[in-house]
């Protein structure tokens, strides 16, 4: 939960939810849950920190929201991922690469 | 781009408060009905469900709080309801916010007047363009001083330096304007390329040309705005045009901007100048020789040449002149003076001291504020542990005291506004001494944004106390039904130290205010030397070809007296070329018989009198030794004079100067004998002692002076004799302009103008500051003993000695200003020495002024202490115990 993404890595939360956005447009829950399934159930994100994340990412347009409604009927605002959110998750995921490969090496070496 | 789409949709959110909130809403319980519905197929019951949702995700209301505490347009939402709270918090209690704001506006309204006046006459730009690279061009005298230079002198300078774009030189001329009443004005006479130099172009007409000025040539003339509007009506087409002045046609050159207003005389008995004629001079002229020091050389660097390396460059310039010319130099070398050092240099350092001064005043202000609102606060703490129980955090109430605080320091800073407005007018009442550029002084942005600037300050300054004690403070006590707080000692003891920094800076200023107080009046018990009272003083220059003869200008001036003698009333009258404490300045060399100098240019000079018989019993100038001169020394007779007491011990130590001669400025010319020996007057002011003067016959300088003051000694007040004076002197040419009618003891006046202005706001200030302390300390002891009615009550129902108990809470009143006065009295012996240099024969640690003072803050302050600890002497235990 909250502890555990304070352990997270400034930003990663941000990353993470692209990523989950850039199979298919998503509504809040669906994020929560598609990201605890997705980590085997170590990250739990809680309602307060995801829908800051979300408002941060909207803002700085990667992602845009459209009410519609869910496969129960309800009326729920789904995200998806814009042009530039698309550009950013790659070169996230790019740089998430080359630091985790550099903090393995660093780790490694003994 | 990302932080340009955050702006803007931040500000879209902050204007769709509603409809965002909405959406939030549905989102977030949308979120926790999809989670609770999961958890129900899950197989928990409903109510399990909701609490699980409920300790993974917290509440709607928890989730929405910190998804808008996210975006920064919270901030500003929060500010603006911070500010609505105080507003609403400061009229519940009216009588604290009256006096608060009353407290800032006189702390905040004093800054902002003096600033306004360090800003006009100091940060406001000169009037000319790139001033920065204007400088004064002085000779070198023998002791390193700046003097005046010689035409000639001006003439090789600028033929040889490189590292000036333009050199001009400049000297007084008083010239009579005959366009209807004849009138004096202040003038300046210029070589052609001076407003070229200063960066200054005509508004109408147009500049001086070269070839105007030669000395044939040389009647042509510049009109300052001022005067163009007040004596040819504004007229469009002046220029080219013809005006009378001294009897002599001038053509109108152009007019001057009204933006430039002349800065090169400051002198308060003169006013400003406001014309200016082409100086016309010829190396031929006698008056044009290299010892002939009496123009002043303005000019202007090239870019990016640095005033040393001017210097520098001038030196060897001058290094050659002395040694071509050994006899014309008394020593080699140049001083540059910046042009901003040279006009506001003096006036600096006491604005500065009294911006120093005022600065004191918000202090005690401030700290006064921040007594009352800890005072505030220990009534607030049953509020504030309330807010923070409910979630408040420390940050946020932090932020809420800061809003109040500030926004009390605005309202005070709005409320001090009011009389800052009207410096210009208390200013020209009070009477500044010389401070130049008062014209300049009014509210304008920068003073504005200064007093803002100083109001948050305020307000954050006078935050810090109650907000260090807030933060202290443990909420359950608080929150305890009639808890006398442990945090009261606490409290106390910041408010005592408070006291403590409100006496050290009163007492600092105080200090500061005695001495100048000392000083000024040890500054009025010098003798000038003469006798100012009923002496009236009037200025006249001859006028019209007729006083082309010297003959007719000595008979001029002896009929003059002769009738002003004999009009009833007068006691004596008599003319003189100047009076002292006027603010003139004429010196010849005095070169002894025997003594001269191999150059006679490092002969001393001696002040020139030329008056007529009678000058020294108008003004009650003691004769010494030998005699007075009289009727009988005319042009005819043998040349005499008559020297000070400076000069004669100066120049003849141990011997009797009677019957010995001297040459005045020439050596060529013939010997003066001396005659009789007088006592010295102060020229230049009260507070510079006497240099060497002399005193020669109108009747025998080969150049009459024709402009001449009159000193007119009456029986009864001076200025009832002046039309019947304007009159004896019409009577024997109606067309002579009178001006400066002034009594004498006006001169003595304008002389201590500066320093009495200086004292009456460093005065003032003190007494601000001293009120607010005393305030602050019966605030302090009252407060104390009300928190302690109880404890009070408790010692005399068991018993305390009244008295003993009296003086118990005199010694805790007490013991903060001591520690104040110890405080003040170390911080004056470091402070004061800034004041040297306006104090008059005054130690600036003069322990007269320490002790007086010190005494002083003592006695107000333990009656500030008695009061309150006489009132809990009348406290009924009874009563006390029931307290609350």
């Not at chain 2, 020297?643 to 141990?654: N, S």
Request: charged share 20%.
């Amino acid at each position: 939960m909250t502890d555990k993404q304070g352990d997270l890595v400034q930003g990663t939360l941000d990353m993470l939810i692209l990523k989950t956005l850039a199979l298919e447009p998503m509504h809040g829950y669906g994020i929560a849950v598609r990201l605890e399934q997705m980590s085997r159930g170590v990250f739990r994100v809680n309602a307060g920190s995801l829908f800051v994340a979300l408002q941060r990412l909207q803002r700085a347009g990667l992602i845009k929201g459209e009410w519609k409604a869910t496969e129960n009927s309800r009326r729920a605002k789904y995200y998806a991922l814009t042009e530039p959110g698309r550009k950013r998750l790659s070169t996230e995921k790019q740089e998430w690469g080359r630091q985790v490969a550099a903090i393995a090496r660093i780790l490694e070496a003994s | 781009m990302s932080i340009l789409r955050s702006i803007t949709s931040g500000l879209r959110s902050l204007f769709r408060k509603k409809q965002d909130d909405f959406e939030l809403n549905e989102e977030l319980s949308g979120f926790l009905e999809m989670a609770t519905g999961e958890k129900l197929h899950q197989g928990m019951t409903r109510k399990e469900a909701l609490r699980a949702v409920r300790l993974e995700h917290g509440s709607v209301e928890i989730a929405k709080e910190e998804v808008h505490s996210s975006a920064w347009e919270s901030i500003a939402e929060t500010c603006w309801q911070d500010l609505r709270f105080a507003v609403r918090m400061l009229c519940k209690s009216p009588g604290f916010t009256a006096v608060a704001v009353l407290t800032l506006a006189l702390g905040i309204g004093a800054n902002t007047a003096i600033f306004s006046l360090v800003n006009g006459v100091l940060l406001r730009p000169l009037p000319y363009r790139d001033s920065d690279r204007l400088t004064i061009v002085w000779e070198k005298g023998r002791d390193g001083s700046p003097e005046n230079v010689g035409y000639a002198t001006y003439l090789d300078w600028k033929a040889q330096s490189k590292s000036f774009e333009q050199l001009a030189i400049y000297s007084s001329w008083q010239p009579v304007l005959q366009v209807g009443e004849p009138e004096q004005l202040s003038g300046l006479r210029v070589t052609s390329n001076y407003f070229r130099t200063l960066g200054v172009h005509p508004e109408i007409g147009r500049d001086f040309l070269p070839e105007e000025d030669a000395p044939n040539t040389n009647k042509v003339v510049m009109l300052s705005h001022s005067l163009w509007q007040r004596k040819f009506n504004s007229d469009p087409n002046i220029a080219g045009k013809l005006v009378t002045m001294n009897a002599t046609q001038y053509i109108v050159a152009g007019v001057l901007p009204a933006s430039y207003q002349s800065l090169m005389t400051q002198d308060p008995r003169g006013g400003s100048v406001e014309i200016w004629r082409v100086l016309g001079y010829d190396v031929s002229q006698p008056w044009a020789c290299r010892t002939c020091h009496h123009l002043v050389a303005i000019g202007r660097l090239r870019g990016g040449i640095a005033i040393t390396q001017a210097t520098a460059e001038m030196d060897v310039v001058s290094a050659a002149l002395s040694k071509a010319y050994p006899k014309e130099y008394d020593d080699t070398g140049v001083v540059l003076t910046p042009i901003r050092e040279q006009l506001l240099g003096a006036a600096s350092t006491p604005l500065y001291i009294l911006l120093g001064a005022v600065s004191f005043v918000l202090l005690v202000a401030c700290a006064n504020l921040a007594n009352l609102l800890l005072a505030r606060a220990t009534n607030r703490q049953r509020e504030i542990a309330v807010r923070t129980t409910l979630g408040a955090t420390r940050s946020r109430i932090i932020r809420q005291l800061l809003a109040e605080n500030c926004l009390l320091s605005l309202l005070g800073a709005a409320a001090g506004l009011i009389p800052a407005c009207w410096t210009p007018k208390v200013l020209a009442v009070v009477g500044t001494g010389d401070l130049p550029r008062l014209d300049q002084v009014h509210l304008d942005g920068r003073v504005l944004l200064f007093t803002i600037g100083v109001a948050l300050l305020t307000g954050i300054a006078t935050s810090l106390a109650p907000t260090y004690r807030l933060s202290r403070t443990a909420v359950h006590d608080s929150l305890k039904e009639g808890s006398r707080g442990s945090g009261s000692v606490a409290s106390r003891r910041l408010r005592g130290m408070l006291v403590v920094c409100e006496v050290a800076l009163s007492l600092t200023l105080l200090i500061g205010a005695g001495l100048l107080l000392r000083s000024l009046s040890r500054l009025l018990l010098v003798s000038p030397g003469f006798d100012p009272a009923n002496v009236l003083s009037l200025q006249t220059s001859v006028l019209g070809q007729r006083f082309n003869d010297n003959e007719v200008v000595r008979q001029y001036f002896a009929e003059a007296v002769k009738r002003l003698s004999a009009l009833p009333g007068v006691r004596s009258a008599a003319a003189a070329s100047q009076i002292p404490l006027a603010g003139n300045i004429d010196k010849y060399g005095f070169h002894v018989e025997g003594k001269i100098h191999a150059n006679p240019e490092e002969d001393p000079s001696a002040e020139r009198y030329c008056v007529t018989p009678g000058f020294l019993e108008t003004m009650h100038i003691p004769l010494l030794r030998g005699r007075d001169i009289s009727a009988a020394d005319t042009a005819a007779a043998a040349q005499v004079l008559l020297i000070g007491e400076t000069t004669a011990r100066r120049m003849w130590p141990g011997e009797n100067p009677i019957g010995k001669r001297v040459k005045v400025g020439d050596v060529d010319k013939p010997w003066w004998t001396v005659v009789g020996i007088v006592g010295d007057v102060r020229h230049i002011g009260l507070d510079s002692l006497p240099d060497m003067q002399m005193y020669i016959p109108h009747q025998q300088w080969p150049f009459p002076d024709g402009q001449m003051t009159f000193v007119i000694l009456t029986a009864g007040i001076p200025a009832a004799i002046s039309p019947a004076a304007q009159q004896a002197i019409h009577s024997i040419d109606p067309t002579q302009p009178i001006s400066r009618i002034t009594p004498l003891e006006n001169y003595v006046g304008l002389s201590v103008q500066g320093r009495r202005f200086a004292l009456i706001l460093i005065g003032a200030f003190a007494a601000i500051a001293l009120v607010l302390s005393v305030v602050g300390i019966y605030g302090v002891t009252s407060y104390s003993v009300a928190q302690r009615t109880r404890e009070i009550g408790v010692r005399v129902a068991l018993g305390a000695q009244r008295g003993v108990l009296f003086r118990l809470l005199l010694r805790q009143g007490m013991f903060p200003v001591v520690c104040g006065v110890i405080a003040g009295v170390l911080a004056s012996l470091g402070v004061t020495r800034f004041l040297a240099s306006m104090l008059f024969e005054v130690q600036p640690t003069d322990p007269l002024t320490f002790g007086g003072v010190v005494l002083l803050l003592v006695a107000v302050s333990v009656a500030a202490c008695f009061i309150p600890a006489r009132h809990a002497m009348r406290v009924d235990p009874i009563v006390a115990l029931r307290h609350e």
